[in-house]
């Protein structure tokens, strides 16, 4: 059968990426293409929509669509998990709709995460590095936000990280405890790194996204989980079998 699929973000680079994979699929239907300029009504007859927008366009355009029975994969950032606690909440008595928010589309971003909420309650000392594009607008990065909150997950017994002078602007901005350091550069794809001081030892557990195309296979894995989704999934990893540790 096959999926229609709206792309709303379709002029930027996630949007272009995205409707070019989905022309190629056999199974994906591209029926629009919005951008900023255009009307959100322009989705109505698909199966699915895209949202890779900006992070304070997004909860409009996932409102719009599951008001229009339309189920929804998020590729945009800034859906922290008081964002989706809101929209679990307004989507409680609709139990048709399904939305994936999906923070890193990359399968090697996806296991960097799970393996650092694995180490999370091995190390009281963590700490997350995150480089991105001159053209990010928000930081931390959503990767970086969800990985610390998945620590914070994995440590609820533990309690915070141990992170001093935390006061300090130099010291990053904490999430889950977890300060979060960001960097906006030139020649820089998007890369990760959360490292875990221990007794005499230091694990990192970096990431690197060389080009756009590390995004391709979980953009359709996504799409393709997404007709059927219900309730409010959150990570890649749920669409893969990662074992028990990954939230
Ligand atoms: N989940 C993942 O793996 C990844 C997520 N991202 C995230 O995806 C998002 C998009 O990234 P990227 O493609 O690089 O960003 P771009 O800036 O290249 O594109 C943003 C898009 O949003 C559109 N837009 C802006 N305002 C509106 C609006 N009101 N209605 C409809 N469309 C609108 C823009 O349209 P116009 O051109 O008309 O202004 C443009 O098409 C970001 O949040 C980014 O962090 C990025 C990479 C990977
Ligand atoms: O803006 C980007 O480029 C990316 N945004 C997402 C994020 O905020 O984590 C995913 C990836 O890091 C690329």
Redesign the pocket.
């Known amino acids: 059968m096959t999926t229609k699929v709206a792309v709303?973000?379709?002029?930027?680079?996630?949007?272009r990426l995205a409707s070019q994979i989905i022309d190629a699929a056999d199974d994906l239907e591209l029926v629009a293409q919005?951008?900023?300029?255009?009307e959100l009504s322009q989705m109505l007859g698909a199966d699915v929509a895209l949202d890779?927008?900006?992070?304070a366009?997004s909860p409009g355009?996932v409102e719009y669509a599951l008001s229009q029975g339309i189920n929804v994969v998020v590729?945009?950032?800034?859906w922290s998990n008081q964002r989706i606690t809101t929209l679990e909440r307004s989507i409680r008595d609709n139990p048709d709709a399904g939305v994936l928010i999906?923070?890193?589309?990359?399968m090697g971003s996806v296991l960097a995460t799970s393996f650092a909420a694995l180490a999370a309650r091995f190390f009281d000392s963590i700490e997350i590095i995150e480089a991105h594009h001159l053209?990010?607008s928000?930081s931390p990065?959503?990767t970086a936000v969800r990985t610390a909150e998945l620590i914070g997950v994995a440590r609820a017994e533990l309690g915070p990280v141990i992170a001093p002078h935390a006061d300090q602007r130099a010291r990053g901005q904490q999430v889950s405890s977890v300060p979060i350091h960001s960097l906006r550069m030139q020649g820089v794809v998007a890369k990760q790194d959360v490292i875990f001081g221990g007794t005499g030892e230091v694990l990192t557990i970096s990431h690197d996204t060389l080009a756009?195309s590390a995004?391709e296979s979980?953009i359709l894995l996504a799409l393709r989980a997404a007709r059927d989704a219900r309730g409010v999934v959150v990570g890649l990893d749920k669409l893969l079998d990662l074992g028990s540790h990954a939230e």
Not at 8 to 15: D, E, H, K, L, R
Not at 52 to 55: D, R
């Open positions: 709303v973000g379709a002029t930027g680079t996630m949007g919005i951008g900023s300029k255009g890779v927008t900006l992070p366009v355009v590729g945009t950032s800034g999906i923070p890193n589309f990359s053209g990010k928000d990065s959503g756009p995004y979980g």
